[in-house]
């Protein structure tokens, strides 16, 4: 079974500056998508950020990007110049599809980031 | 403007008393899925819907019912409520087969308390 798992439940960061935020997910798959999304205090979840596992490239989206290590099964988040916007839970989730259209989307646990002024 | 739409958005009810959270999306998704987060627990899966009339359980079902009469709503019914069901709830929906690695779009929760 697939599992995700955020070694930080909290982080701290201040404004403008850069911090990573880490996930390590265990899979015996070798195509699979993984995401990172973000909730703030409002409860909406919202994309972040996706890699697909056949891409070596790291996605990258404006101040968001990732580090993608397919054989260590690693995929950090990086966010730079942090802006008090940016504090929000943070989750990690591994998609996986099945013949047959079905998928799962496993999630971690979270980490909760705050950006301080 | 595209969108999972939920309601409630809040409900307090009590233990035993059937509710009823619907979901529905206007984005001619095939596939919708329901969630439930709890603190230090992430989002786990409840149920999912590939397509109309095709439902499949989750990683935590017990408790729950769902249906899938139509493509756009896929409400999530909860027969006889009970406290451990106390949570945030939320639907997503997305493409299917073809659009295999879009993400999926979340409504905006549903935050149940049984008493």
């Known amino acids: 079974a697939q599992t995700v798992t955020q070694s930080q439940p909290e982080m701290s960061v201040q404004e403008a500056e850069t911090v990573t935020l880490s996930c390590t997910y265990d899979t015996s798959e070798n195509n699979y998508y993984l995401f990172w999304y973000k909730q703030p205090p409002s409860r909406q979840m919202i994309l972040v950020i996706r890699?697909?596992?056949?891409?070596?490239q790291n996605a990258t989206e404006n101040r968001f990007s990732v580090n993608f290590q397919k054989a260590a099964k690693s995929f950090s988040l990086k966010i730079s110049d942090s802006q008090l916007g940016d504090t929000a839970m943070y989750f990690c989730a591994f998609m996986k599809r099945y013949q047959g259209g079905s998928e799962k989307l496993v999630f971690g646990k979270g980490t909760k980031l705050t950006v301080n002024p | 403007e595209a969108q999972v739409t939920q309601n409630p958005r809040y409900l307090i009810t009590v233990t035993g008393k059937k509710l009823t959270v619907t979901c529905s999306q206007n984005m001619n998704h095939e596939y919708m899925s329901w969630y439930r987060q709890d603190p230090g627990l992430g989002l786990r899966q409840i149920y999912y819907?590939?397509?109309?009339?095709?439902?499949d359980k989750g990683d935590v079902p017990e408790g729950y019912k769902v249906s899938r009469k139509e493509k756009r709503n896929f409400p999530l019914i909860l027969e006889s409520p009970s406290p451990n069901q106390t949570s945030l709830y939320f639907c997503a929906s997305k493409a299917g087969y073809l659009g295999s690695n879009q993400p999926q779009h979340f409504g905006d929760g549903t935050r149940l308390s049984i008493l």
């Open positions: 819907s590939m397509n109309v009339e095709v439902t």
């Open positions: 890699q697909e596992a056949y891409k070596q």
